[in-house]
C-alpha cells in the first residue's frame, strides 16, 4: 500500500497531468526525415522514431493507444507502410510511451522488445511500476514482450542496427538508444535519451520500494556524459527542442539536428537537478 505522502504526490501529479500534457501528447506533429533513415513520427508532446530498412522498419515508442493512429498516419506521409515495422521498441515503461504497443502489435505483427527490468511492467499493464503502479491513470493494456534486452545488447534489422543502453532511475529499465546514421556519405551518432528526470514526488532517500533508485540515477549521468552524440533526441520533443529545431529545418537542412553541445548542455541540467532534489530530500531526512 502506498504512503499518504505517496498518494498526494500521486494525485497532484494526476492533476497536473489532466491541466497540462493530455493535449499536447495528442496533438499532431509534421513528421520528418532528422537523418539517413531515421525519421520522426511522434506527436507534438510524446516522440516516436522511425528507422527504415529494405527488411522492414524499426518503431521506437508506441505513445499512447488513441495516438497510435496518429503516428500510422505519419508512416504513411512518409511513404512507408506501417504493416512493414517489423520490430518495436520503447524508451521507458511508463503509459505515455508503451499504452499504444498492444495496437502497434495488432496493426503491424511486430516483435517487441524491452530493457529487462521494465519487462515486467509491460507485461502487467502498468501495477507493477514502483511509484504509477497503483494509479489507474497510469494503466494500459497488457502486452507480452517478445525479446527482454540488457545493456549493451544490439538490436538489428537488415542494415540497421542500433544499441540499447540501461540508463535506469526513471523507471528500472529506462533504455537509451544508440544508432548511426548516413548523411551526405558521413556517419553520425544519433541518441535518444530514454529519460534523466526525477519525476515529482520520487523518493530518492530511503525508498523501500526502489531502494537503489539514487544510485541508478547516478550511474545513468555518468553513461549519458559518456557517449558519443552528433543528433541530440529523446522520448519526449521537449529534450531536444523538437518544435525549434523543426521550424528550422526547411531552410538550414538536417544540421539543426546536429548538437553535441546542446546534448551535454541538457544532461548536466538534468544532473543538476537530480543533486538538488537530492540534497533537498536528505536535508529534510528526520
Known sequence: MRSPALRVALFAFATSLEAQNPGVWSEPFPPHRIAGNLYYVGTRGLASYLITGEQGHVLINAGL????????????????????????????????????????????????????????VVEDGGRSDFFYGNAAFAQFRPTKVDRALHDGDTVQLGATVLTARLTPGHTRGCTTWLLKVTEGGKSYDAVIVGSPNVNEGYHLVDNPVYPGIAADFALTFRILKSLDCDIFLGAHGDYYGLEAKYARLKKEGFGVFLDPAGYLAYIKSKERAFLREKERQLSNKP
Open 65 to 120: 493507444e488513441s495516438t497510435v493512429p496518429m503516428i500510422e498516419a505519419n508512416v504513411a506521409a512518409l511513404g512507408f507502410r506501417f504493416k512493414d515495422v517489423k520490430i518495436l521498441l520503447v524508451s521507458h515503461a511508463h503509459w505515455d510511451h508503451v499504452a499504444g504497443s498492444a495496437l502497434v502489435r495488432e496493426r503491424t505483427g511486430a516483435r517487441y522488445m524491452v530493457m529487462e527490468p521494465d519487462v515486467a
